[in-house]
T-cell receptor, first 113, second 111 residues
């Protein structure tokens, strides 16, 4: 089992608010990822990081931003939330020593009203 | 780009075997994965297989890989109601090994 944690699990916020979704892992993994998943749909990669001070945009364009100041922490921020940002956001990290497997957190469900 | 396809739904009776199929397009795929997602939760890694393997078995789970046809399957023996979930196939290749996921197959197990 992987130790990767996301907070908050569920959040309802108003339009225009700033929100940061937290993601932390205690395994020392260098590579971390953020995926966006609408209910019943596929996962879309929105951001990834190869390590400290490294951030890249994923396949799906997103208005969110990320930072990687510490290995264990990879927060995602929406400066001004909109209803179109309503989705589940999944954080993951990669174990490069075991099949390059990606381990996921429990997800953060964001609803913007 | 890479593409991973899965059927969207599978319904089985409790106790029967379930077979979830997946096809992918990237011939250089190195790692292939199966994940399980229960409602409201993240993805749980079930198993993975290297591209140089044909089969991998882990308790009730059997993964079969046909590289020629780019076809991956997950067989769940003695399917239980607790196996009801969405199952995602994923492949990773190239230097970055960033997985590409399918849309997921919703497995419904009925008594």
């Amino acid at each position: 089992e992987a130790d990767i944690y996301q907070t908050p699990r569920y959040l309802v916020i108003g339009t225009g608010k700033k929100i940061t979704l937290e993601c932390s892992q205690t395994m020392g993994h260098d590579k971390m990822y953020w995926y966006q998943q609408d209910p019943g749909m596929e996962l879309h990669l929105i951001h990834y990081s190869y390590g400290v001070n490294s951030t890249e945009k994923g396949d799906l364009s997103s208005e969110s931003t990320v930072s990687r100041i510490r290995t264990e922490h990879f927060p995602l921020t929406l400066e001004s939330a909109r209803p179109s940002h309503t989705s589940q956001y999944l954080c993951a990290s990669k174990d490069t020593h075991s099949g390059n497997t990606i381990y996921f957190g429990e997800g953060s469900w964001l609803t913007v009203v | 780009g890479e593409d991973v396809e899965q059927s969207l739904f599978l319904s089985v009776r409790e106790g029967d075997s379930s077979v979830i199929n997946c096809t992918y397009t990237d011939s250089s795929s190195t790692y292939l994965y199966w994940y399980k997602q229960e409602p409201g939760a993240g993805l749980q890694l079930l198993t993975y297989i290297f591209s140089n393997m044909d089969m991998k078995q882990d308790q009730r789970l059997t993964v079969l890989l046909n590289k020629k046809d780019k076809h991956l399957s997950l067989r769940i023996a003695d399917t239980q109601t607790g196996d009801s979930a969405i199952y995602f196939c994923a492949e990773a290749s190239g230097g970055s090994y960033i997985p590409t996921f399918g849309r997921g197959t919703s497995l419904i197990v009925h008594p």
